[in-house]
């Protein structure tokens, strides 16, 4: 099946200091990666679109320079948080689709980051 | 605009009681699909089923079962027989075809589902 692969799985880092977080399809590749954040008890919430080759697409309320979203490759998506600030503590996942299916099938996971600024 | 909603946010049931957990949802369109995910404990989302808005055939896959009604927007979610293993939340989600999208999944707010022993 298809695996997306999410890394870290947790990281703790210091207020105003910078976290990238990577996102890989293992066995098929990914025009098209999506970028959510989950508050505990709540919603998954897209925070941007990422396009290999092309600038991300974010949602309305992200900051762009917050948030950087770099998709190099056709397997690999990242997410950098800078400056992190304690309010940036959350659940990031991460969600490939497979290029060669159509923009109606199902989305693939990570498994998640577990931010924690402090 | 397009919308999910599950008004349960949490439910609580003995094992091998059955149980439903309520999907409405919102689009202009016509064409549109609609998905259950699963997310355990241990976080990763695994998908359940897709349908999509032309096909109001029910499903069934082993435990679980699934009711789309368009008159009701309503693509609700049953599992017979619980098991402690269903603990979980559950999400109900959304995509539709418009121009622009890409595929993201529109999510409700989900569902935490409690099966205890």
């Known amino acids: 099946g298809a695996v997306v692969s999410q890394h870290p799985s947790w990281v703790i880092c210091k207020s105003g200091t910078s976290v990238k977080i990577e996102c890989r399809s293992l066995d098929f590749q990914a025009t098209t990666m999506f970028w959510y954040r989950q508050f505990p008890k709540q919603s998954l919430m897209l925070m941007a679109t990422?396009?290999?080759?092309?600038?991300?697409?974010?949602e309305q309320g992200v900051e762009k320079d917050k948030f950087l979203i770099n998709h190099a490759s056709l397997t690999l998506s990242t997410l950098t948080v800078t400056s992190a600030h304690p309010e940036d503590s959350s659940f990031y996942i991460c969600s490939a689709r497979d290029s060669t299916q159509y923009y109606n099938s199902p989305l693939h996971f990570g498994n998640g980051t577990r931010l924690t600024v402090t | 605009a397009q919308k999910v909603t599950q008004a349960q946010t949490e439910i609580s049931v003995v094992e091998k009681e059955d149980v439903t957990l309520d999907c409405v949802y919102e689009?202009?369109?016509?064409?549109?699909?609609l998905f259950w995910y699963k997310q355990p404990p241990s976080g990763e989302l695994v998908f359940l089923i897709r349908?999509?808005?032309?096909?109001?055939q029910n499903e069934i896959s082993g435990r679980y079962s699934w009711n789309f009604q368009k008159s009701t927007s309503s693509f609700n979610f049953t599992i017979t027989a619980s098991q402690v293993v269903d603990s979980a939340v559950y999400f109900c989600?959304?995509?539709?075809?418009?121009?622009?999208?890409?595929?993201?999944?529109?999510f409700g707010k989900g569902t935490k589902l409690s099966v205890k022993p």
């Open positions: 989600a959304l995509i539709v075809n418009y121009g622009g999208s890409q595929g993201n999944l529109i």
């Open positions: 990422s396009n290999e080759g092309s600038k991300a697409t974010y």
């Open positions: 349908r999509n808005s032309f096909d109001e």
């Open positions: 689009t202009r369109d016509t064409t549109y699909y």
